[in-house]
């Protein structure tokens, strides 16, 4: 589990490898995953919830391991035309004031299966031990409210689909 930053869009991420399970398994334990998270976070103190809080910013705090890593850090705000470079101690400032109610509800509804403004996208490569989903179990998924799309090759799907720009602010 982690955050992603890709091309300025923020996105939480689970990736699993398994030669045992199918992928509709590892979905569907992904997401009991995030249900009984949900329950831990709801039984959470109030002292625990500070204790992640901290314990959060102190890792985004962290001073740089090398020059690489400083440039990288300064470099991605010049690319990104965000010329921020005090986001870290902005963040934590966040993270800070965010209560635990707050996180819950944002939680709930945006990564929680079933949350109202939820994005999911799973990408599955089937193994040579994995059959296809045969066409009841597309149904069945589809059923789900999942959107299935079967892709041949993936520079040709990527050709296809529509672009969203980063976000950058005006000069």
Known sequence: CGMRLTHGVLGFCVSVVSAKYSPEHIRSRIDAFL??????LEGMTDATW??????????I?????NLTDESERHWDQ?????????????????IQKMSKDAFVEWFKSRICPGGTF????????????????????LKEL????????????LLDWAEKQ??????Q???
């Open 35 to 40: 249900k009984s998270f949900l329950q831990d």
């Open 50 to 59: 500070q204790e992640h809080k901290d314990a959060c910013c102190q890792i």
């Open 61 to 65: 705090l962290q001073k740089d391991k």
């Open 78 to 94: 010049i690319w990104t035309r965000q010329y921020d470079f005090h986001t870290a101690r902005k963040v934590t400032g966040g």
């Open 118 to 137: 939820r994005r999911h996208l799973s990408a599955c490569v089937y193994g040579i031990q994995q059959p296809l989903p045969g066409e009841e179990e």
């Open 142 to 153: 589809q059923a789900q409210g999942v959107e299935v799309v079967h892709v041949e090759s």
């Open 162 to 167: 529509e672009r969203y720009n980063t976000v």
């Open 169 to 171: 602010r005006s000069p």
